[in-house]
Structures are given as structure tokens and as C-alpha cells.
């Protein structure tokens, strides 16, 4: 994109003013929106121009090896204005290695498309972790040695059980003794020696 010397002019006023700002003239202004919209149309312009000039390089590509000449020579204008060969231009400059000025444009454009592939490796890199660290052991001899052994740790004892309500003795109540808790047995009885006959019925 190239500027005249009446855009010059205003892109310089407009640089002034931004690094060193004061009050800016009605002329200025309007100076500054006519420069903003020249350069946005230059813009869109070259968007279009380089829509077609791809398009047109598709179609030169399509037609090889018939128009080789026209491929080649509008492969190297698109280049120029930083067009980035994708892998069907690199596969037709191999068809056509026999032809001086394609090995050379396939040379160019084999180091074009490995910046590119460096460029997004890059770009996707992600950041290195530091590996985890083992664990440190003690080695024997060290500052651990020195250090008197640590016995281990006791067992807290455990909490004693509540009695249950109903089997706690009551202090009002005496203890019973063995005899009425087990009371002496009554002898059985022995039979008459002389039973009673019973008689006859007649």
C-alpha cells in the first residue's frame, strides 16, 4: 500500500497530534476521516484483488502441465505478496522439477511451508513441567543416625464400658448370703411301711 504526498501530510499531522495532544482543527479532522476511509478501502481492495488472483492460480494449477508458463508466473507474483503455498502447489512443482524455474519456485516454497509448520509447532507448544521429585530417603550414617530412636507411640487406653443401669448393685440393698441364694434342699418324704390294703369289693 502506497501513500501520496498530500496522505503523507495528513498521516504526519495525525501522528503529531497523538503523541503530543492539543487541540485539533475542524480541517484536521475531517483530514484524518478522509485518510481513515482511503486506507480502509485499500484494504478491501487488496482483500478482492487477492481473492481473485488465488482463484485464477486454482484454475492455472487445474490446468497444468498446459499452462505451466502461466502457472508458474502467477505462483511467483502471489509469493510476492505473501501468499503461502499449500500442498497442491507443492505437488505440482514436483510434476514439473524438469522445468528450471519450477525447481526453483519448489525450492522456495519446500522453505516457505517448513516456517510455517515451525510457526505452528511453536504456537502450540506447550509449557514444560518440571519433572515431580522423588522422595528423599535417609541414608545411613547421615544426621538420622545421631538422633536417638523414637519409640513408638503407645496405644491409648481404652475408655472402660458403663455398667448397664440395671445390673449396678444398690448400696441400700445388703448383699445376699450363700444360704439364700441357695437354699438347703427338703429330704423327700418316705413311704409308709405298712400300706394300707384296700379291700375288695364283694
Excluded: H
Excluded at 23 to 47: F, I, K, N
Excluded at 154 to 174: L, Y
Amino acid at each position: 500500500m502506497a501513500f501520496g504526498a498530500e496522505e503523507l501530510r495528513v498521516l504526519r499531522r495525525a501522528l503529531a497530534l497523538a503523541l503530543q495532544p492539543s487541540p485539533a482543527s475542524a480541517e484536521d479532522v475531517q483530514d484524518c476521516l478522509r485518510l481513515a476511509e482511503s486506507v480502509d478501502e485499500a484494504a478491501r481492495e487488496g482483500a478482492r484483488l487477492r481473492a481473485f488472483l488465488l482463484a485464477d492460480l486454482g484454475r492455472y494449477r487445474a490446468a497444468l502441465p498446459g499452462s505451466v508458463a502461466g502457472y508458474l508466473a502467477l505462483l511467483e507474483e502471489v509469493l510476492v505478496a505473501g501468499y503461502r503455498p499449500v500442498p497442491d502447489d507443492l505437488a505440482a512443482l514436483r510434476a514439473l522439477r524438469g522445468n528450471p524455474a519450477a525447481a526453483a519456485l519448489l525450492d522456495r516454497c519446500r522453505t516457505l511451508a517448513e516456517q510455517d509448520v515451525c510457526t505452528r509447532l511453536a504456537g502450540r507448544a506447550a509449557p514444560v513441567v518440571p519433572q515431580s521429585r522423588t522422595r528423599l530417603l535417609a541414608l545411613p550414617g547421615g544426621r538420622a543416625a545421631d538422633e536417638p530412636a523414637k519409640k513408638p507411640a503407645e496405644r491409648p487406653a481404652a475408655a472402660p464400658k458403663p455398667q448397664s443401669p440395671d445390673r449396678s448393685p444398690r448400696p441400700d440393698r445388703p448383699i445376699p448370703t450363700p444360704g439364700e441364694v441357695f437354699p438347703p434342699r427338703r429330704k423327700p418324704t418316705p413311704p409308709p411301711a405298712n400300706p394300707p390294703q384296700q379291700l375288695a369289693a364283694g
